[in-house]
Structures are given as structure tokens and as C-alpha cells.
């Protein structure tokens, strides 16, 4: 590995690659992918292979040309770490469970908050 880089700009690329850079009006953040595609020799993406956080994970035939980069088990904590940094406060995560909740139900804010159905709810948010 080479000397330290600075991470701000570069954390975006890990937490794009995982999906959990738009996520912050959650309690963790959900991985659901680990790829992240872009031309060979970025600047920004050999930087983090140097600093493993990142490996070349394969050269699709679909890409034309670009290549496949994985995040490593230390980019992952560096991604979650930025995650959690930009993560709602609890109030405005509560919020937004309501959000998603009365758009299946009709539901007030009020019995939202009260209601000992939707506890667990408030309580994961």
C-alpha cells in the first residue's frame, strides 16, 4: 500500500459502489451491491485499489471496454463510517418510516406516534 489519501472525495465512490450513499433515513445502512464499474486508470479508483479499499473484480464483455472494481472489508467501514456521519437524526428518520407507512395505510402522524402497532417501527427507525 502507498502513503494515506484523503477520503473525502473518494468515500462517495465506496458508498456508491455498495448503495448506501442516498440511505441516510436509515437505522443501518443496506449493502445490497458490491460493483462499481468505470474505465480503467481513473484516478480516483486507482487511488483507492492503492490504498486497498478497492479491487479490480473482473473486465466484462458488457462494458466495452470499462472494468469492474469490488469494495474491500476496509473500504466497506470506510463507506459505513461516512454513512454514519451523514446519517438523519432519529426524529427525521421516524418521519420518513411514517412516510413509507401511510403510503400503504391511512394512517395519522398522531396514531403513527402512538399507536402501540407501529412501535417497533418507530423504535427500528
Not at 458508498?15 to 443496506?30: C, F, S, V, Y
Not at 470506510?78 to 394512517?107: G, L, T
Request: include cysteine; proline fraction near 6%; charged fraction near 25%.
Amino acid at each position: 500500500m502507498s502513503e494515506p489519501i484523503d477520503l473525502h472525495p473518494h468515500v462517495r465512490i465506496l458508498a456508491h459502489a455498495l448503495g448506501i450513499e442516498h440511505q441516510q433515513d436509515r437505522r443501518e445502512p443496506n449493502e445490497y451491491r458490491n460493483h462499481y464499474v468505470c474505465n480503467e486508470g481513473e484516478p480516483e479508483v486507482t487511488q483507492l485499489v492503492e490504498a486497498g479499499l478497492m479491487v479490480l473484480a473482473s473486465r466484462p464483455t458488457w462494458t466495452g471496454g470499462a472494468v469492474q472494481y469490488a469494495v474491500t472489508e476496509a473500504g466497506k467501514a470506510q463507506a459505513r463510517a461516512f454513512w454514519k456521519s451523514r446519517q438523519h437524526p432519529k426524529k427525521r428518520r421516524v418521519y420518513a418510516a411514517f412516510m413509507r407507512i401511510s403510503d400503504m395505510r391511512e394512517v395519522t402522524f398522531r396514531e403513527f406516534l402512538t399507536s402501540p402497532e407501529y412501535a417497533e417501527c418507530r423504535r427500528n427507525a
